[in-house]
Each structure stands twice: as structure tokens, then as C-alpha cells.
């Protein structure tokens, strides 16, 4: 953890270079190559040696002698500025920051940066080199196995794709039909109306001065019974003084006295946390996702599809056959019923319609690998929260009563590894949040981390077989193999030196 | 509805462009003592000492009132007075109601800041002698003597009190001058009277009525005052009223929690220190103290303001007018007779102490944020650090580390393995600060609350019940730290038992300890709380948060045997907090304003003790652009105490998160300070011994350069480098002083600057201005490390400024960096002194403090020479006759190309030793 963190590996080009220099690797270095990486000896070998810099020159025995003659520490790689390099036979080299040598901490799994005698580091190399090469095959088993499910999960969103497009075409057949139908009704219905209308109108003429009294005052009351009662319950909430608006409401006034001591407590520490206007947000933002749910309304399934549209095709010609027949002897509430019926229907196949167009508006990777994630969510609970993360649509961090929303879907960024969501509730004193969201090859298609690096700035961690890539695991085989060859052959000089 | 609501937010957003909610806070006329006493006018104070005679050796004297007047108030009791006299240039004047008049009630001393040490500095007076003014035709005056060359004076009538120049008789600091004073005696309520105050729906039931006392000083040779902090204003104070200035409030000193403080302003925030400095032109410095913890407020009087009055003062002398005002109390007022700046400053802390050494590790760099989040973020970040290799010794968590704000206790989710934590991040040399506040989360299931209501230890309300008021936790209570048995008791709460999930490696942070309480009248307690005693709090409130941070550092002395010296940072901070770790400005903007007056704050607390202080780096509120935060790093790292610091709404501003750049720039202005830890520390020392702050105007060192007086753009860190920030965006050029008459070399590029100077300097975005001045030397060291632990064996390098003499000397102390054995000797304490081409090396270690060593196995491995001649190739070195090479060297490492400079190469000689380096 500690190397990989804090060290800059070096490509692995340099191995064989390090395998020739092995018996330098002694544990005490006097050789004033020391901590000097084996493809920069040649810029050292002159008698007199330019700092890198250019500012300056030094002697060879200026090289390494603990003294900084340069500054940027060409002659010492324990100089500010200089780096260390660690041969770590048995493993990867590594360069270090000059601060780690001989500062009482072992760096390098060779223990070559402390060299001063002040401690002692034993040399784990080969143990981390083996170490290495376990959890890196275990890291190319996975990508194995995970190539073969995103094989499976491209298959499904391929037949996936090809029904969501025939439902398309179906619905836009049926939309011709049924749009047709409304029409016709609607013309009908009208037709009713009209002579209704008129004679309604007669009638009342006649009798409108005396009724008219009599009508008008129980419905007012009736009216006006509900509203009063409304009214009370919020003065009385609003005077108890508990809920989280009134609070704001005082502070809109800047005027903190009348308040409860508990009150104005919340109150003044809310300057500095912003809650009490978050509860607030949270609040708000909960009416409006109620609105969300009513405009979805499941639509018949493909198989009874086909039948049901050859009943609209006969009712729809019944009503044409009625067309023809004089408007009094219709039944007028089972047209209006009809035509009810069926501009809800109509809607219901728009909203279906323009929900699939928008979904194929949606780019679902270069194979539609992630066709699948559509309309699915994928929750994590951590600490208080639960998070649900929707590709496509939103993030929200839900929690107690309230749901926040974190962001909503924007794109995929850096090469379909992310998965970018904007515009989510607006921090107090702070941006509006957002999350990004990192995708790595696993197994199984699952969130597992969350993490709020600034506030209002999340972070998510998610694993999916999707992105387990063929052409990584060539190169991680590739790798492999040069680890093991590392290894196998300070074994081998290991032996010989026994 | 939701439009509503939507308004709503919007106000509430808008808002807080200007926050600083002035109306929840009292001005000077919305507080009856400040109003009463700014309304009366000189010359009304009819009050004479009688029975002026010596006892028990001090000068003592009853006031009372010349006259009988106005025949429906009570009749004024006689005062006693006493003048005691200390060693070193030290008068004290107390004035109390007489005991033996039964009062209504003992009037409040504070305890606990005077440093026992300093009874045994008394001068037991013998006599005293009379005189008469103006050649026998004035009043008649007692003179006492003071120190050698000054008096100290009672005038009998009108009463006065003075000290005066032996020689010439010039005066130097009086009180009552202006026939100002005025002490309202507590009394028996008549039943007409109404004594109760309202401000804003809160009531002070005020039941021992009025009591306030206040009088004008006089400071003479003086052309400026400066101190009584902590105010965000100027370092010079700026009159408050007077012919030509607009009037404004007087400055405040009343510890407050004041959410998003503006940048200028003479209104009160987070600490109180009633010490005000004056010094002027003649070179001279002379000090004022006054010993009170209720509300003070003070106003510095513009020349002129006087002239109506009909008062005699001397004319010959240039002379400034203060006018103090406190709401309860006695007066118990030191007079310090300087006359350098640095004799006032140790005069002062003859009193109320010298600041504590700090532990090497908190001079170095601390990262704080609110809130590093769990266990995750902090391995986390520790390992950016590490990854960028920025060094930093301190990571901090804020108040949501805990179980819902119960302090001493950790959440569980986020820090389920608190010690293996603070171990990871040990085995760096890194430490952890923890955050720990005075309220007490009310809930009978947190054993630290079960035990501190049962023992009945918490503060009372006045009506006899333990105070209950709101802050982080909810509803909480606060301990009365004015007991000494309730310190103790906090202090063990620090215990490794005591304190689960604490190591060895963990620090504290004392916030809200003015105390800040949320539904509380201007967010603090209310003034009729009781303490121990039934004192009431409105009597020792400035003081309560010093209290706080005495009980906290105390436990940690306990908690490591007292072989650990403790840290801890406080917000709220009274005379004598010095003793007990550092402070910093408190809750700060991320704006140009703010980076500009965390300099003459800094200042001010520096010059009053609290030598160990800091702004936020960054500022805590608000977002700092990358210009600004590479400023305010590049300012801070000559800080004394240096932390980056951000509220939880901003952005995450750790210093690698505005590309390379940027990176690069916060990490040299953060190695700087690393480098210069040698320097720091010894400046510490310093301040440790003789009270002398780190951080120090330009005057204390010039103190006859007029040019300087008033400049706090520009700070000495020590009395050799000389800072200014750059306080402005895309600054292409600064202007700065450099004072004195000796050279300045640019500490990057060693060029040469002359001094009694204004120059206009180019600026670039890799530094802020920083001069070492020509006669100085500077201990530095070169290698960068992780965290300064990691130091401790690293080799030293001396830059030697040379002067028109081809001179210069300096210091170097070292010791463990963190035990008390530095107390018995166990130190290394050098000298450097460069003359005649000869560097020398000789002890400075004080051989009587004990047997207790301190050995170093460091080197010096580096000299460089500022302002020599080049030409010499060797040096040879004694004892051993070894020789080592001189060549030109680079002035400093690894970061921006810096300038060469004539060096010393390998010199091998060890800071312990005596030694001797010939240039040939």
C-alpha cells in the first residue's frame, strides 16, 4: 500500500538492467551509484558532471558525498529535489522522494533508502513480489470471468433492443388506429353536446329567477366549511412554533426574539451548518417528485397486444356505423364513456411511445453494453443513508423522511468508465451537488461505495461485468509474465549465492 | 406555497453575502455602563486621597469625595487604594470597596492569572515622600520609588496616579488625569428601582444592580497605542472619538463567538486581553494592564479631545489619551515602565506568564478541515501528502468525529478504530488533533454528563439550576471551570483510560469556549449565571474560555505523566493564556481582506503573549481561488502557529487540488516553513524565557524607525527575517519598508536591498517578499522530510547575513522537541557570532538549571555567506586544524531556481560543540 502510494513505479523495461547490476545490490552501499537509476549511471560516469539544471557543475566525488552540491539535486539522490531509486530485486523498482531516504522509514522493499545504519530494514521483495503476482492473477481471473458475463450481458441487451424497437413499431400502428377513433369520437361527443346545450337553455330561461336564490347560498357554505378548518390547523402549527418553516420564516425577518430557547438555539447554529434550510429543501423537493409516479401507467404487455388491437379496429367501426344514426336516439353516456376511455389510452401509448424514443435517444456504449442499466437502480446503504443510484436518470441519498437528490444523469465521461450526474439539490452556501460515479470491472453489477470527497461533491464506486475488457487482460497477462520472470530469476541467483 | 418557500431561500442565500448580524450584538449606547460612562466629561471625578501612609509595604490612601453633592444619591463610602511596587519596572494600583463598610457583596478579583512567582518579585516600600507640584504651589504629591530611574506618584487632590522619569520627572503612564474615574458602589436595591436589562428578548435580571467602574490613562511619548486584542482592525489602534475622526464604537473586549466577523472593526470577537502598549518617537515603549474579566470597553481618545476641558496636562510631552469603561470588577491595574518595547512585554509577563514551549511538532505545518469524514478520508488524505510530498506533522478532526457531538467519544461508523488511526498515522511521525468543547451534551446516557450533574459541577442559572443552553449538541451545560476541583476533574477526563480510543499521539482543540452558546444572549451565556461562589458570570466572562484551556492542558500534563508537554489550541483566550498553548483568529472569510488582517491580528495577540497564533489559512468561509490560497499559504507559513482550515460547505482545498502548478507552489511555501523549523524553534524558546512574541512588529526591533511604527503590512519573525504578504490579486509589484540603516538580503535570491527604505519590488506568484537582515544569522535545515519527527538527525545549515562591518551573529536552541527536560538543562542552546572572518560557536546554556542533558549527534554541513566577498577557496576549522572548501552554492533547494551565494562546504561540525571556522 505504502509503495504503491507513495513511489513512482518504473516501467518494467528496466528489469533486465536490473537483473545485471544484482550484485551491487548489497546490503551496505558504498558505491557511489547508489539510489541512481541503471539508465542514468552513463550521465554520471564523466570526472566532471552538470546538474541537470545547468546551474552548475560537480566533481565525481561529489557525487553522492551527503552534500547537495546542485539544486535540484542531481549529485544526490537524497537531495531536495533529487529522486531515490530502489532496485527491489525480487519485485518492481521504484523512485523515491529524496525526503524518504534515511529518514527512519523503511520505503523500499529492499531497504536500500535507509542506509545510514540508524535502522534496519529487512528485504521483503520477494514476498511482495509474490504478493504482487497472487492478487494480479486474481485481478485477471476476474477480468476472465467478467469478459464471459459481458459477452452474456451484450446478448441480452442486444434482444433487449430488438424488442423495445418492435414494441415501437407496434405502438405507432396502434397510435394510427386508436388516434382515429378519439377523433371520431370527439366529433360525436360535440355533436351530443351541441343539442344538449340547447336544451338546457331553454329550460332554464324558464326557471331561472326563482331558483336562483335557493341555489347559491347552501353551495357557498358548503365551500367555505372545508377552507376555515384548513386555515386553524396551519395558524396552529405555525404558533407552536415546531416546524422546521416556521424557523426560516422568522430568520427571513431577522428577528430572532419570540422564539422558543431550543428554537433560537437551532436557529444561530444554523448559520454555521445551513440544516434548518436543508430540511427545508428536502421538503420541498419530496412534492415535487409525488408528481413523477402519476404520468406512468403500464401499458398492456406484447402478448395480449395483437387482440386487443383488433377490438379497438371493431368497436372503432361501430361507432362509425352509429355516426350515421340521428343523435337523439344515442346513448349518450356510454359515448362520453367511450371517449374518455380511449383518449386516456391514446395518452398512455404517447407516453409510452416518447418514453422508448427518449430511451433510444440515450447512447448505451459503443455495443449498447449498457442497454440493461435502463430503468434499473442500484442501491447502497452506508452510514445513515441509503443512496440509489439510476443510470439514466438521477441519484438520490434518501435517509429518515427525506430524499436528496444528488444529481441528475448528464453522460458517461472518460471512455464510458464514469457515470456523470449534475444539477442535484443546492447546497446551503454551496454548489449545486453532483456525483460522479467510477466504474470498474467486477463480477457482479453493484454499488459499493459512496464518499462526499467535498461537501456537496459525491463519489461513487460501482462494479459491473461490463467494463471487464478483452484487450485489458492481454496486457495484464503481459505484465504478469515479466513478474515472473523477475521472480524466478532472483530465485535462481538467490540459489547460486547459497 | 413553494413560492414562498423559494423566496425564503433566497433571502436566507442572499444573506449571507453580508452576515455578520451587527444587531444581535450590543453597541456601546445599547449597553447602560458604556453609555453612562461615555456621556460623562472630564474633570467630574471630585474624589481625594486621605490617610495616604505606608502599610505592609505598599502605598496605601482611602478616596473619597471632595464635596458633598447632590443630596438624593447615596452618599459615596471611602475606597480603599493601595500602590504596590515590583521588581523590574512593575506598579500595581488596586482600588476596592473597603471591606470593613460591609458591601452587599465581595467584588470579583480574578484568580489564576497572576503567576505566584510574582509576589516574591515585591519591593516592600519603606517610605515614601512628599512633595509639592509646581514648585510648592500645587498640589501636594507621595512619591515612591519605582525602579531605578523611575517613580511611582500619588496625587492626593484631585486624586492621580503616575509614574514619572526620576531624572526630569517626565511623566510616563496616569490614570485619572482627566478626572474620569468613576466606581459605582454596590448598594441595596431601593424598591422603586428597576434593575433588570433587556436586549433582544433576553433579560439580565442584573441583581446586585449597577457596579461598573472606568477612568482615562494617559500615555506620554507616545505617538501610538496598540494591543488590547483581539479585534479584526489595524495594528496601530485608530482613535474611536475625538476632533477629526468619526466617532465609532469604542474597542470591545467581551469573548464572542461572532458568526463571519467582519474584516474592520473595533467590536469585540473571540478573546480579551486588557494590555495596551504605547510607544512613540523617542524610542520608547510603555505598557498598561488591567486585571479585570467583565465586559471592557475602550475607547482611544484623537488629540484634541480634551481641549475644552480646562485641564492642566504637560504639553511638553506628545502624549495619548485611552478611556476605559468595565461593567463589574475592581480595579487592579499594572503600570509598566518599558521603556524598550521588549522590557514592556517581559514586564508584563512578570505578571501573567511566559508562553509555554511548544512541542516541536505543532511549529510545523496542521491540516484541518471540518470535517475529514471517517477513517477512510484520513488515511486518505495523509497519503496525498505523501504522494505529493508535502510535508505535514498534524491532521485535525472537527466535531463530527464524535458520537452526536458527546465529546470524548467517537462515531462509531465513521471512526470505528480510533487508536489504530492516530498509530498509522504515528508510525509517520504524525500526530492527530481531536476537538473537545466546554458544552456538555445533556443526556443522561453520556457518563460524562451523569458525572458532572450528579457532582453538581456544572455552571447554575440564576435561578440555582444547572445552567441549560444550546450548542452543537442540543441542549447542553457547561462546567464551571472558575473551581479549581472541577479543573481537576476536566483534567482527568484526558486520561488514556478515561478518554477510549486516545493515544499517546493525540492533541486538543479547545473551540466555543468564550462560551459560545447559541440561544443565549449575543450567543454567549447570560451575565446572571452563577459560578462557584455565586460570582456571577457577567464578572468573569472573558475569562471563562482561559479557564477552559488551563483545565484542558492540564489534563494533558497528567495524562503523560508530566513528561509530555501538552498542545492545545484555543479560540477563546485571556490574559495569561499564554501559558497554555496557542490561538488562532477564529472563524475567518477566504477573502483578500481577511489574508490582510490576520497580520496586524496576529500582531496584536503576538505583542499582548499569545505568541503561539494563527489565522486559517485559506479562510474558513467561502471558497478561496487558487491566487488567494497559494497567497495565504505562502503568508502563513511564517505564521506561528500554521493550519489550513475550511468550514464543511466550501470545497475541498487540500493543497494539490488546483493543478500542478498551484501544487508546486503551496508545497514550497509549506517546505519553507520546514526549513526554517531550527529558526522557529529557537524563537520559541525565546518567547519561553523572556516573552518576547516570535512573530513581532517592525518597531519592537527598530524601535526609533518612525517609518515603522505604524506599518503592519509587513511583520519580523524573530530579529532577523522580515515578511510581507501580497495582499491584493495578480499583484505585479509591493512596496516595502525595510527599516534600520544595515542591508537586507531577498531570502530567495540573496539579493541586496538597502534599509530606511521604501522599495518598489517586483512580484511573482513563487513568493511573498522575505528578507534576512545584514547582521544576522539563521539556522536552517535544508533536507525535506515527511514531517518534522523525521528531522531530528538531519544536518544543519547557517545562512550568516553579513553587515557593512562584515558582521553578524545568532542563536540556535535545541532539546527533544517535546518533554520537560529542557526545564533541567537538558538543552543545547548555541551561539553564532561571525567577526573578523571567523565563525564561532560558544554555549549559551544556562549552567544552573540542573544536571539534565541533551545530546546531538547533528552536524552543521553547510555555511553559506551572505554578502561576503568572494575569493577564499578554504576554511580551516579548530579544534582539529581540518580544512574545508568554500565554493559558490545554491541558496535553497528543490523548489524555484534560487541565487548562489559563497558557501562553506562540509564544515562537519557539530552543533553541540564548542568551535571555530577561519574564512583564509
Not at chain 1, 551527503?66 to 533529487?82: S, V
Request: hydrophobic share 35%; aromatic share 12%.
Amino acid at each position: 500500500m505504502k509503495l504503491t502510494l507513495s513511489v513512482i513505479n518504473l516501467s518494467l523495461v528496466f528489469f533486465s538492467l536490473i537483473i545485471s547490476s544484482h550484485e551491487s545490490s548489497s546490503s551496505l552501499p558504498s558505491n557511489s551509484f547508489l539510489g541512481i537509476p541503471p539508465q542514468d549511471e552513463e550521465y554520471f560516469n564523466g570526472e566532471i558532471i552538470k546538474c541537470k539544471n545547468g546551474s552548475k557543475k560537480f566533481t565525481k566525488t561529489q557525487l553522492n558525498d551527503d552534500f547537495c552540491d546542485c539544486p535540484d539535486g542531481t549529485d544526490e539522490p537524497a537531495c531536495p529535489g533529487g529522486k531515490f531509486y530502489c532496485k527491489n530485486v525480487g519485485h518492481s523498482p521504484s523512485l523515491l522522494y529524496s525526503s524518504r531516504v534515511n529518514d527512519g522509514i523503511c520505503d523500499c522493499c529492499d531497504g536500500s533508502d535507509e542506509y545510514d545504519g540508524k535502522v534496519k530494514c529487512p528485504n521483503t521483495c520477494i514476498k511482495a513480489g509474490k504478493v504482487a503476482i497472487e492478487s494480479f492473477k486474481r485481478k485477471i481471473e476476474v477480468y476472465q470471468e467478467g469478459i464471459a458475463l459481458r459477452k452474456q450481458e451484450i446478448e441480452q441487451a442486444k434482444r433487449a433492443v430488438a424488442r423495445d424497437k418492435a414494441e415501437l413499431s407496434g405502438l405507432e400502428k396502434e397510435r394510427e388506429v386508436v388516434g382515429k377513433l378519439v377523433n371520431q369520437l370527439d366529433e360525436l361527443v360535440r355533436k351530443l353536446e351541441q343539442e344538449h346545450q340547447e336544451n338546457e337553455d331553454k329550460m332554464r330561461e324558464a326557471q331561472n329567477e326563482k331558483v336562483e336564490n335557493e341555489k347559491n347560498g347552501p353551495e357557498e357554505n358548503a365551500d367555505n366549511q372545508i377552507e376555515p378548518m384548513k386555515t386553524s390547523d396551519v395558524e396552529k402549527r405555525w404558533q407552536s412554533g415546531k416546524s422546521p418553516s416556521d424557523q426560516n420564516e422568522k430568520d427571513g425577518d431577522d428577528s430572532s426574539e419570540g422564539l422558543s430557547r431550543e428554537e433560537l438555539g437551532q436557529l444561530v447554529a444554523s448559520r454555521w451548518t445551513g440544516k434548518v434550510k436543508e430540511i427545508d429543501q428536502a421538503k420541498n423537493d419530496q412534492e415535487n417528485g409525488g408528481q413523477d409516479a402519476g404520468y406512468k401507467e403500464s401499458v398492456a404487455d406484447n402478448a395480449s397486444h395483437q387482440s386487443w388491437l383488433n377490438k379497438i379496429q371493431e368497436t372503432a367501426q361501430h361507432f362509425l356505423n352509429l355516426f350515421s344514426a340521428p343523435v337523439a336516439n344515442l346513448d349518450a353516456n356510454q359515448i362520453r364513456k367511450e371517449y374518455n376511455d380511449y383518449t386516456a389510452k391514446l395518452s398512455d401509448i404517447d407516453s409510452r411511445i416518447s418514453s422508448l424514443t427518449g430511451k433510444f435517444k440515450h447512447d448505451f456504449g459503443k455495443e449498447n453494453e449498457f442497454y440493461l442499466f435502463y430503468d434499473r437502480c442500484f442501491e447502497l446503504e452506508q452510514d445513515k443513508y441509503v443512496y440509489e443510484v439510476c443510470p439514466f436518470k438521477d441519484a438520490k441519498q434518501k435517509g429518515g423522511n427525506s430524499e436528496t437528490l444528488l444529481g441528475n444523469w448528464v453522460e458517461f465521461g472518460n471512455s464510458y468508465r464514469l457515470m456523470l450526474f449534475t444539477d442535484g439539490h443546492k447546497c446551503w452556501n454551496g454548489p449545486d451537488r453532483h456525483l460522479k460515479v467510477k466504474l470498474r470491472c467486477g463480477l457482479k453489477t453493484e454499488l459499493t461505495g459512496m464518499d462526499e470527497p467535498s461537501r456537496c461533491e459525491y463519489a461513487a464506486l460501482m462494479y459491473t461485468p461490463v467494463l471487464c475488457l478483452e484487450e485489458k487482460v492481454e496486457e495484464f497477462k503481459q505484465k504478469l509474465e515479466s513478474m515472473n520472470q523477475v521472480q524466478e530469476q532472483e530465485q535462481r541467483w538467490g540459489h547460486d549465492e547459497l | 406555497m413553494k413560492h414562498l418557500a423559494f423566496l425564503f431561500l433566497f433571502f436566507l442565500t442572499s444573506q449571507t453575502v453580508h452576515s455578520w448580524k451587527k444587531d444581535e450584538f450590543r453597541a456601546c449606547d445599547q449597553t447602560p455602563f458604556c453609555k453612562r460612562a461615555r456621556f460623562r466629561k472630564p474633570g467630574s471625578c471630585t474624589l481625594i486621597a486621605t490617610d495616604v501612609s505606608i502599610s505592609d509595604g505598599d502605598l496605601t490612601a482611602k478616596l473619597i469625595p471632595i464635596a458633598e453633592h447632590d443630596h438624593d444619591q447615596d452618599p459615596i463610602k471611602p475606597l480603599t487604594l493601595s500602590v504596590s511596587v515590583y521588581r523590574d519596572g512593575i506598579m500595581r494600583l488596586k482600588i476596592d470597596e473597603d471591606p470593613s463598610l460591609d458591601p452587599p457583596k465581595k467584588r470579583f478579583q480574578v484568580p489564576d492569572v497572576i503567576v505566584p512567582e510574582f509576589e516574591g518579585k515585591k519591593l516592600w516600600l519603606q517610605s515614601a515622600s512628599s512633595e509639592k507640584l509646581d514648585g510648592n504651589t500645587g498640589g501636594l504629591i507621595s512619591v515612591v520609588y519605582l525602579s531605578d530611574g523611575y517613580e511611582a506618584v500619588l496625587r492626593h487632590d484631585p486624586f492621580e496616579v503616575y509614574v514619572r522619569e526620576k531624572a526630569g520627572k517626565r511623566r510616563v503612564v496616569s490614570l485619572n488625569s482627566h478626572r474620569l474615574f468613576d466606581f459605582e458602589q454596590l448598594r441595596v436595591k431601593k424598591e422603586d428601582e428597576d434593575w433588570e436589562e433587556r436586549f433582544r428578548g433576553h433579560t439580565d435580571t442584573r441583581p446586585y444592580g449597577p457596579q461598573s467602574i472606568s477612568f482615562d490613562v494617559s500615555f506620554y511619548e507616545s505617538d501610538f497605542v496598540y494591543g488590547i486584542p483581539e479585534h479584526a482592525t489595524s495594528f496601530a489602534l485608530k482613535p474611536t472619538r475625538g476632533p477629526g475622526v468619526e466617532e465609532s464604537e469604542p474597542y470591545r473586549l467581551f469573548n464572542l463567538d461572532v458568526f463571519e466577523y467582519v474584516h474592520d472593526s473595533p467590536f469585540g470577537i473571540y478573546g480579551s486581553i486588557p494590555f495596551m502598549v504605547s510607544h512613540g518617537k523617542s524610542g520608547k515603549s510603555s505598557g498598561f494592564f488591567w486585571l479585570n474579566a467583565a465586559e471592557m470597553q475602550i475607547d482611544v481618545l484623537a488629540k484634541g479631545w480634551d481641549a475644552e476641558n480646562g485641564i492642566l496636562m504637560p504639553t511638553e510631552q506628545s502624549r495619548i489619551d485611552t478611556f476605559w469603561m468595565t461593567e463589574a470588577g475592581i480595579v487592579d491595574t499594572f503600570f509598566f515602565v518599558g521603556p524598550g518595547p521588549k522590557d514592556v512585554v517581559k514586564q508584563y509577563m512578570s505578571v501573567t506568564g511566559l508562553p509555554a514551549m511548544p512541542q516541536l511538532f505543532s511549529t510545523a505545518y496542521h491540516q484541518c478541515r471540518w470535517n475529514y469524514r471517517d477513517e477512510e478520508d484520513v488515511e486518505n488524505v495523509d497519503s496525498k501528502f505523501d504522494e505529493h510530498d508535502i510535508p505535514y506533522d498534524v491532521l485535525w478532526l472537527d466535531i463530527e468525529h464524535t458520537d452526536g457531538k458527546r465529546y470524548f467519544t467517537w462515531d462509531k461508523l465513521l471512526f470505528p478504530h480510533p487508536e489504530e488511526m492516530q498509530r498509522k498515522l504515528a508510525a509517520k511521525g504524525r500526530r492527530m488533533v481531536t476537538i473537545v468543547d466546554p458544552h456538555i451534551k445533556r443526556d443522561d446516557s453520556f457518563h460524562l454528563h451523569k458525572d458532572a450533574s450528579q457532582r453538581g459541577y456544572y455552571v447554575k442559572d440564576a435561578s440555582g439550576k444547572d445552567f441549560d443552553g444550546w450548542c452543537w449538541p442540543g441542549s447542553s451545560s457547561y462546567p464551571d471551570v472558575l473551581n479549581p476541583e472541577i479543573r481537576s476533574w476536566w483534567a482527568e477526563k484526558f486520561s488514556y483510560k478515561n478518554y477510549i480510543g486516545s493515544t499517546p499521539s493525540l492533541y486538543i482543540w479547545n473551540d466555543m469556549n468564550e462560551p459560545s452558546v447559541f440561544n443565549g444572549p449575543e450567543v454567549t451565556m447570560p451575565r446572571d449565571v452563577l459560578h462557584l461562589g455565586g460570582v456571577e458570570h457577567r464578572e468573569l466572562h472573558n475569562a471563562y474560555g482561559y479557564y477552559f484551556h488551563m483545565a484542558t492542558a492540564d489534563g494533558l500534563v497528567k495524562r503523560g505523566d508530566g513528561k509530555d508537554r501538552p498542545f492545545v489550541l484555543s479560540r477563546a483566550f485571556f490574559a495569561g493564556s499564554q501559558r497554555y498553548g496557542a490561538v488562532w483568529t477564529g472563524d475567518n472569510s477566504a477573502d483578500w481582506d481577511h489574508l490582510r488582517v490576520s497580520v496586524p491580528m496576529i500582531l496584536s495577540l503576538g505583542l499582548t503573549g499569545m505568541s503561539f497564533s494563527g489565522a486559517d489559512v485559506g479562510g474558513f468561509f467561502g471558497n478561496p481561488d487558487p491566487e488567494l490560497l497559494v497567497r495565504w499559504y505562502q503568508l502563513g507559513a511564517y505564521y506561528p502557529f500554521f493550519r489550513g482550515h475550511a468550514h464543511h460547505d466550501t470545497k475541498r482545498r487540500e493543497p494539490w487540488l488546483f493543478g500542478e502548478r498551484n501544487t508546486a507552489l503551496m508545497r514550497d511555501a509549506i517546505r519553507i516553513r520546514y526549513t526554517l523549523l531550527p529558526y522557529f524553534y529557537t524563537l520559541f524558546r525565546e518567547a519561553n524565557v523572556s516573552g518576547v512574541p516570535v512573530v513581532r512588529p517592525l518597531w519592537m526591533e527598530f524601535p526609533s524607525d518612525e517609518a515603522a511604527f505604524s506599518n503592519d503590512e509587513a511583520f519580523m519573525v524573530g530579529n532577523s527575517l522580515l515578511v510581507q504578504g501580497i495582499y491584493e490579486t495578480r499583484a505585479k509589484h509591493a512596496s516595502v519598508y525595510l527599516p534600520g540603516k544595515e542591508s537586507w538580503y531577498d531570502l530567495r535570491t540573496g539579493t541586496t536591498y538597502k534599509g530606511g527604505k521604501t522599495h518598489k519590488l517586483e512580484v511573482s506568484e513563487e513568493s511573498i517578499p522575505a528578507f534576512q537582515r545584514a547582521g544576522t544569522i539563521v539556522p536552517r535545515k535544508d533536507r525535506l522530510r515527511r514531517s518534522s519527527t523525521q528531522m531530528m538527525h538531519d544536518p544543519f545549515t547557517l545562512v550568516i547575513a553579513l553587515n557593512s562591518s562584515q558582521e553578524a551573529e545568532g542563536e540556535l536552541y535545541l532539546d527533544d522537541g517535546k518533554s520537560f527536560d529542557f526545564k533541567h538543562g537538558a538543552y543545547i542552546h548555541r551561539r553564532f557570532v561571525f567577526s573578523n572572518g571567523h565563525l564561532t560557536s560558544s554555549n549559551m546554556a544556562s549552567s544552573t538549571l540542573g544536571n539534565s542533558k541533551f545530546s546531538s549527534d547533528c552536524v552543521i554541513e553547510r555555511i553559506i555567506l551572505l554578502g561576503y566577498t568572494p575569493g577564499a577557496k578554504t576554511a580551516l576549522i579548530e579544534p582539529g586544524n581540518q580544512k574545508a572548501e568554500i565554493e559558490l552554492g545554491p541558496l535553497r533547494f528543490g523548489g524555484q531556481h534560487g541565487g548562489a551565494a559563497v558557501t562553506i562546504r562540509k564544515p562537519g561540525v557539530r552543533v553541540a560543540e564548542d568551535w571555530k571556522i577561519k574564512v583564509l
